[in-house]
C-alpha cells in the first residue's frame, strides 16, 4: 500500500480488500472486548491486541485511565495504536507527516462515528453512566461496540496514511466458526 498526499488520502474509496481488514480489525476487537468467546479484555487492551501490540502500557486506559474520569480507553488507544504504528522510532525524532495526518482525521472522525448519546464529552464516566451499571449489559454492549467502531476507525486510519503491510491476525486459540 501505498500512503496518498492531502485530502486525496482522506476521501478516496477504501478497497474491497481494505475494507475487508476494517471488518476483521472490529469483529477481533469486538470479540476481544465482549468476553464471550475468549476471555474478557478491557479497551486498551483490545485495542493493542486487535493489531497485535504489546499491551501493558493499554492498562493505564482502562475506563478512561483507572478513574473513569479520562477520556475514553478505546478513543485513545487508537491515538496510540496510531502512534505506535506511524511515529517515528527516533526517540528525537519529529512527528512524522503520515502521524500526523492520521491523528488529526482519526480526532475529526470520532465524533462523526461515535455517539456519545446523552452524553456531553467522551469522558468515561460520562459515557456509560447513561448505560446505568458499569458491571451491567448494557454499559458492556455500548463499550463493545464502540470498541469495534474504534478498531475499525483505527484500521482505516492506518490504510488511508500509513506505508506498511496491514495485517489483522487471528486470536490465537480461537478457532473459527462458519
Not at 4 to 11: I, V
Not at 14 to 28: G, P, S
Not at 30 to 37: F, S
Not at 93 to 100: F, H, M, N, P, Q
Request: aromatic share 6%.
Amino acid at each position: 500500500m501505498s500512503c496518498m498526499p492531502g485530502l486525496e488520502a482522506e476521501s478516496r474509496q477504501l478497497t474491497d480488500a481494505e475494507n475487508t481488514l476494517v471488518a476483521e480489525a472490529r469483529d477481533k476487537a469486538h470479540i476481544l472486548y465482549r468476553g464471550e468467546k475468549v476471555s474478557h479484555r478491557s479497551c486498551g487492551i483490545a485495542l493493542a491486541e486487535t493489531f497485535s501490540l504489546a499491551t501493558p502500557a493499554y492498562q493505564a486506559l482502562r475506563r478512561g485511565g483507572i478513574t473513569g474520569e479520562g477520556v475514553c480507553g478505546s478513543i485513545r488507544a487508537g491515538e496510540q495504536v496510531l502512534g505506535e504504528l506511524l511515529g517515528d522510532p527516533d526517540p528525537a525524532g519529529a512527528v512524522t507527516d503520515s502521524l500526523s495526518r492520521a491523528i488529526n482525521w482519526y480526532q475529526r472522525q470520532v465524533p462523526l462515528r461515535i455517539d456519545p448519546i446523552q452524553s456531553p464529552d467522551y469522558v468515561c464516566n460520562s459515557l456509560t453512566r447513561q448505560h446505568g451499571d458499569f458491571s451491567g449489559d448494557k454499559r458492556k454492549s455500548f463499550c463493545t461496540e464502540l470498541t469495534a467502531e474504534i478498531a475499525a476507525l483505527t484500521t482505516e486510519a492506518l490504510l488511508r496514511f500509513g506505508d506498511m503491510a496491514l495485517s489483522i491476525q487471528p486470536i490465537e486459540g480461537l478457532e473459527e466458526t462458519t
